[in-house]
C-alpha cells in the first residue's frame, strides 16, 4: 500500500534498529514514554519492542482517552442512558467501561436504548430521525477528537435540533503530563509525543516538557518506522546533552497545529476547574465540558446525573498502568480476572490500552536480557 508499505519496511527497520544500539552506552538505562495509547498498539502490534536493546524500556503513558474515564463518569452516562425516551449514543469502546455496578451494554441488555456510533454526526443523525426522542452523545477523547464534537454542536444549534446534547468527557493532554512529571516514583529519559493530539495542538504547547523538565520530546507518526525514527532522535538527543520538542511526524503535524479545529474548540469548549482521570485522581484545568454559549445542549444540565466519584476496584492497577509505573502484567488480576471478555480496568477495554495491547499481543512477561 503505497505511503503505508515505505514506513514498515523491514530493511529500514532493521536499519534504525542498528542506529538505536549504536547511540545507547552500555550500562546507561533509558526510559522513554510513549504517551499516546495508538503507539502502545503500534509497538506491540509491529514488534517495535523485539528490535530495541534490553536498556531501552518504553513504559505507557496516559494518551488512552477510554482508559482515563473514571467510573463515576460512567455511572453518569448509564443514569442517562436508563432515562425514559432517550437514545443514548457512544463508541463502541465505551459500552464494555465498567461502572460501579454496570456498564452502558449491560444497560442496553436490561432495556436502555444504548446505540454504537462512528462519529458524533452519526448521534445527530439519529436525533433528527427521532424528533419525538432525546438523544444523547458521550463525548470522550483528547484534543484529537474535540473539534468533531464542536462542529457537531454547532450544527445541531445551526439546524436547531432541540433533541440533541452531549455528556462531554473531551480532555486535554498538557496537564497529566505536568502532573506525571512532578511525580516523584517515575524517572523518565523522554517522551514519545502524542501525534494524534499533535496534529491538532501543534508541538508548542510540549515545549515545557523540554523547557521546565530537560527531557527530549519528539512528536512521532504510529507506522514502526515513525517510532524507531523517534526512538533514533530522542537518543541523539540524550547523547548531546540537548532537550528540544521535535516534530518526526512532519507529514501530518504543523508545529502550530490545526488553528480552525482550536478556533472550534475555544468556541464551544471551556476548562473544567478540575477532572477526574482513572487512576490518576483529579487534575486542574485538564478537562472540558460545554460553554455557557452552548449550555443548552449539555446534557449534564439537561438531566439528573449522580456526579458522584467512585473509587477504583481494589484490584485495579489501571492507575500504575497509565502512569508507566507498571507494565501491564505485573497487575495481579493481568489475564486471570481481567481480561478483555471481562475486563476489570479500563486499560484492558480499548484498542489503544495498554492491558490490551498486552494481551492481544502476547505479552504476558518481559524476558529481555540487560546489557
Ligand atoms: S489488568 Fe485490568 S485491572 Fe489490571 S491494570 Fe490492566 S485493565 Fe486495570
Not at 519496511?9 to 495509547?37: D, F, Q, W
Not at 498498539?41 to 494518551?63: M, Q, R, S, T
Not at 494524534?196 to 519528539?218: C, E, L, M, N
Request: charged content about 25%; hydrophobic content about 40%; some cysteine.
Amino acid at each position: 500500500m503505497k505511503f503505508v508499505d515505505e514506513f514498515r519496511n523491514p530493511t529500514l527497520g532493521r536499519a534504525l534498529a542498528g542506529e538505536i544500539l549504536s547511540l545507547v552506552e552500555p550500562g546507561r538505562h533509558y526510559k522513554l514514554m510513549e504517551v499516546c495509547g495508538g503507539h502502545t498498539h503500534a509497538i506491540y502490534k509491529y514488534g517495535v519492542d523485539d528490535l530495541l536493546p534490553a536498556n531501552v524500556e518504553l513504559v505507557h503513558g496516559p494518551g488512552c482517552p477510554v482508559c482515563v474515564i473514571p467510573m463515576g463518569r460512567v455511572d453518569d452516562a448509564v443514569a442517562i442512558a436508563r432515562q425514559p425516551g432517550v437514545i443514548f449514543t457512544c463508541f463502541g469502546d465505551m459500552l464494555r467501561v465498567p461502572g460501579s455496578d454496570h456498564c452502558l451494554l449491560e444497560a442496553k441488555a436490561a432495556g436502555a436504548d444504548v446505540r454504537m456510533v462512528y462519529s458524533p454526526l452519526d448521534a445527530l443523525r439519529i436525533a433528527k430521525d427521532n424528533p419525538d426522542r432525546e438523544v444523547v452523545f458521550l463525548a470522550i477523547g483528547f484534543e484529537t477528537t474535540a473539534p468533531s464534537t464542536a462542529l457537531t454542536l454547532k450544527r445541531a444549534r445551526a439546524e436547531m435540533v432541540h433533541n440533541f446534547s452531549c455528556l462531554c468527557n473531551h480532555v486535554t493532554i498538557v496537564p497529566p503530563l505536568r502532573a506525571l512529571l512532578e511525580s516523584p516514583d517515575l524517572r523518565l529519559d523522554g517522551f514519545i509525543g502524542p501525534g494524534h493530539v499533535a496534529t491538532i495542538v501543534g508541538a508548542r504547547p510540549f515545549q515545557f516538557i523540554a523547557d521546565d523538565y530537560a527531557k527530549p520530546v519528539v512528536i512521532a507518526g504510529f507506522e514502526p518506522l515513525d517510532i524507531l525514527a523517534a526512538i533514533v532522535m530522542i537518543l541523539g538527543q540524550i547523547g548531546d546533552g540537548r532537550s528540544e520538542v521535535e516534530n518526526q511526524y512532519r507529514r501530518v503535524v504543523p508545529d502550530e497545529g490545526n488553528l480552525r479545529a482550536l478556533e472550534v474548540m475555544a468556541e464551544v469548549f471551556t476548562l473544567r476547574p478540575h477532572f477526574e482521570w482513572r487512576g490518576l485522581g483529579f487534575i486542574s484545568h485538564s478537562g472540558l465540558r460545554l460553554s455557557d454559549a452552548y449550555a443548552d445542549l449539555d446534557a449534564e444540565r439537561r438531566f439528573d446525573v449522580p456526579g458522584v466519584r467512585v473509587a477504583d476496584p481494589k484490584a485495579c492497577q489501571c492507575g500504575e498502568v497509565l502512569k508507566g509505573v507498571i507494565k501491564p502484567w505485573e497487575c495481579k488480576v493481568f489475564g486471570s480476572a481481567c481480561t478483555p471478555e471481562r475486563p476489570i480496568g479500563t486499560c484492558m477495554v480499548s484498542s489503544e490500552g495498554a492491558c490490551a495491547a498486552y494481551y492481544n499481543y502476547g505479552r504476558f512477561a518481559r524476558e529481555r536480557e540487560v546489557l
